[in-house]
């Protein structure tokens, strides 16, 4: 799915966009999951200045706003990448060494989960299982399935990446 990023010439998110959100919903504290999964499917994700928007709106701490989004996995918190780096995390490719292909992907790429790189070209999550036990420990980049890697594998996939 395309992810459209919103954004003025500033580089801040539209507030129109959020405003038109808002509209929909009544100006209440139940209404705000379903505010930030909206905002978060428009903007692909919840910019710092639309949680105030929306805290603004709803009459409720920013601090609260922010609590709740980060209390869900769903959420996120800087726009994604244009390539999406899903590392599973599920049991075989735990047992099989994932914990060493997401710290080599963590190396390689500069960020951490839940974060993009600078230029927005790759974004990192982990996932539960990708449905390819046996390949176990693997990722998907891009679209596509890495397959019983190694840090060296990863090396390779993102050599020449820019940190
Ligand atoms: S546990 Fe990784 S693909 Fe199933």
Redesign the pocket.
């Known amino acids: 799915m395309a992810v459209e990023i919103a954004a003025t010439g500033s580089g801040a998110p539209s507030e129109s966009q959020v405003g038109a959100i808002l509209a929909k919903h009544p100006a209440e504290r139940s209404a705000l999951i379903p505010i930030l999964q909206e905002v978060q499917a428009k903007l692909g994700y919840l910019p710092e200045e639309a949680m105030c928007q929306v805290a603004e709106a709803l009459g409720v701490p920013e601090a609260n706003v922010y609590g709740v989004a980060s209390f869900y996995a769903q959420f996120r918190f800087a726009p994604i990448g244009r390539k999406q780096v899903h590392v599973?995390r599920?049991?075989?490719?735990?047992v099989g060494g994932?914990p060493k292909i997401l710290a080599e992907v963590k190396e390689r790429l500069g960020i951490g989960e839940g974060e993009s790189t600078p230029d927005r070209e790759y974004s990192l999550e982990t996932v539960a299982?990708?449905?390819?036990?046996a390949?176990?420990?693997?990722a998907v980049v891009d679209g596509k399935v890495e397959a019983k890697l190694t840090p060296k594998k990863v090396r390779e996939l993102f050599q020449g990446v820019q940190r």
């Open positions: 599973c599920g049991t075989a490719c735990h994932a299982c990708i449905g390819c036990c390949l176990a420990p693997c």
